[in-house]
């Protein structure tokens, strides 16, 4: 088990997206805090369900009581996202209930019924009870930063459960940049409602019949006008993690590294080799280490980093990371703890 710890505060990150190229593993790096007051994210190279199940069990987090495991269940048999064999596994584990919420945009899973049938098709049936928690409404829970959003609509039936397992895929995304467990707990746990009014960045909140999105069309495409999405992305995400009172965990996988998010039926095929899975009780500095391994990678016959260093840079993506952190969410200094 080896130890090491890392901060890149935001100017030199800034500098680093600018220039476009990855950090050194040589250059030195000042940091902000000293090292107790890192985070802790737990490493291992091997994406496997003994890996999955090794990196929770590494936080040393006895979860009792209702476990909600939150997963993507991908828009179509194309998507990237996590596979049943992966996580049942842990999720057999912890005795969990995987869970999802409808889309806000017209797809395979913009309503219940489609929904169902893909998370069928895809055997996530056959690890553990899946729970739409919009199925039968939603509710309303605080957001501490209100910005933009002025508070987060969310799946009703997470009044069912006691703590929750953000289970991400680490990937691209087309209006976020990336997407890892922030996105899972703003975005994922977000009614279709709730998906509208972050989008939207509060300007709207309720889902056209046909699932169109409220946002203002060509939106993403503007970086400069993106930042409102990412900071309501980054409320939502820690009006989660205050519901449950803190009591979650974090884990990111990265594998299937494509630009494209798993909300896209027929996304371009990954570019990157597998790197990982990662966990922490900190989701800003787990998805922090997932971002700077990224940056971090070499281009060479394996590895085509540029698409996705440039989608995270162009949507402001790492902006989430900092809002998250001015609020209290978690810290982007991190110490890493590998486990190969």
Known sequence: M?????TIPAILLAALALACSSPSKNSKVVSTESDDASSIVYFTKEISPES??????????KQEGRIAVKISTGESAKSNNLSPELIAPLVKKVGGTLVECNTAYGGSRSNTASHRAEIAQRGYNEVATVDIMD???EIKIPVKDTKWIQYDIVGSHIQNYDCMINLAHFKGHAMGGFGGVLKNASIGVASSNGKVNIHSAGTHEQAEANGDLHAPAGWFLS?????PFIESMAAAAHAVHDYFKGKVVYIDVMNNLS???DCDGNPHAPTIKDIGIAASLDPVALDKFCIDKVFAIPADKDNDTKALIERIQNRHGIRILY???????????YKVVELD
């Open 2 to 6: 080896k130890t090491y710890s890392r």
């Open 52 to 61: 999955l199940v090794k990196v929770y069990e590494a936080l040393g987090v």
């Open 259 to 261: 630009i494209d998010c």
């Open 223 to 227: 970086p400069e006008k993106n930042t």
């Open 323 to 333: 809002r998250a952190e001015e609020n209290g969410l978690g810290s982007t200094s």
């Open 135 to 137: 199925e039968e409404g």
